[in-house]
């Protein structure tokens, strides 16, 4: 895709990246497969360059509608769902959906398909995360098994408020609203709090059955071990006890220690500020 890299990268040098190679990016880019639709193409680096103009010059990552992320999660390739792959590249992706290779490392890789799930539909594969990327995909006990039972499923978007409840059977893993405050959980991104509490641990740890950790707004005390945390919109502004005050996630320039305090995810520790770029997109592109 010409000119990807090159505004991708000024934007990344803009933002205090240094020794990019956009022969890396190129490469990048073959992995991640891409959409070779024109139309497609020609707005996704109209946006990048307006954006540029603008100084805030990644787009928003999280926004499966956004040219840019479409041109990621609709490659071009000719390979149908369950068939072998090298790279996403080779998979044929649809309008809406995310299409990549899921690779084994032993045996390969399918492709994998997923529509936009609603509340109730399955059997989804994972959540696209509210700050860009996506998580899972969830195969069950059977994960072992290749290739994985299901490959043209749906995923759930943790925007829509969203998130892919896991179970031993496929067929009854769909996609539902957050667990609620106190409700029984496995995981913290299935949780409204971001965090499953196992009790009798007395810390937090999304591996093990527990409840999800109470939400609280700004300027109140947050503590793991009162089980209480901040709202998605927020983090826990802690010191070295643990405990501290729900303060609003940084923009960029803003002080940070951690990646949960700046609202694109991504603290840059050799600055100690809130990076201008998405977590998920320094990661892929700022190579």
Not at 23 to 34: D, I, M, Y
Not at 111 to 133: F, K
Not at 174 to 189: E, I, Q, S, T
């Amino acid at each position: 895709m010409s000119g990807f890299c090159e505004l991708a990268e000024a934007c990344c040098m803009k933002h205090g990246e240094t020794n990019l190679n956009p022969s890396t990016c190129k490469a990048q880019l073959q992995l991640l497969g891409f959409s070779r639709d024109a139309n497609l193409q020609a707005a996704c680096l109209a946006e990048l360059r307006q954006l540029g103009a603008n100084g805030n010059c990644f787009w928003d990552v999280g926004n499966l509608n956004d040219p840019c992320a479409r041109i990621f999660n609709e490659p071009s390739g000719a390979i149908p769902p369950g068939g072998n792959c090298r790279t996403s590249m080779d998979c044929a992706g649809v309008a809406g959906a995310i299409t990549s290779c899921w690779a084994n490392s032993g045996s390969g890789g399918v492709c994998m398909r997923m529509s936009r799930g609603s509340a109730g539909q399955g059997t989804c594969l994972g959540d696209a995360v509210t700050t860009g990327g996506f998580l899972g995909p969830f195969f069950g006990p059977g994960s072992s098994v290749w290739p994985p039972a299901v490959v043209d499923g749906v995923f759930c978007d943790q925007r829509a408020g969203l998130t892919c409840i896991p179970n031993d059977d496929l067929n009854a893993q769909v996609c539902a609203p957050f667990l609620a405050d106190g409700a029984p959980c496995l995981f913290g991104f299935n949780c409204a709090s971001e965090i499953c509490w196992d009790p009798s641990y007395g810390e937090v740890n999304g591996e093990r059955p527990g409840v999800c950790m109470r939400r609280i707004g700004d300027g109140q005390a947050c503590s793991i071990s009162a089980n209480v945390t901040c709202d998605r919109s927020s983090y826990c502004n802690a010191g070295a006890s643990g405990n501290g005050v729900c303060a609003p996630r940084g923009p960029d320039g803003a002080a940070c220690s951690s990646n949960d305090a700046c609202e694109n995810a991504n603290c840059e520790l050799s600055t100690t500020t809130c990076s201008g770029i998405p977590l998920v997109a320094a990661t892929y592109y700022c190579k």
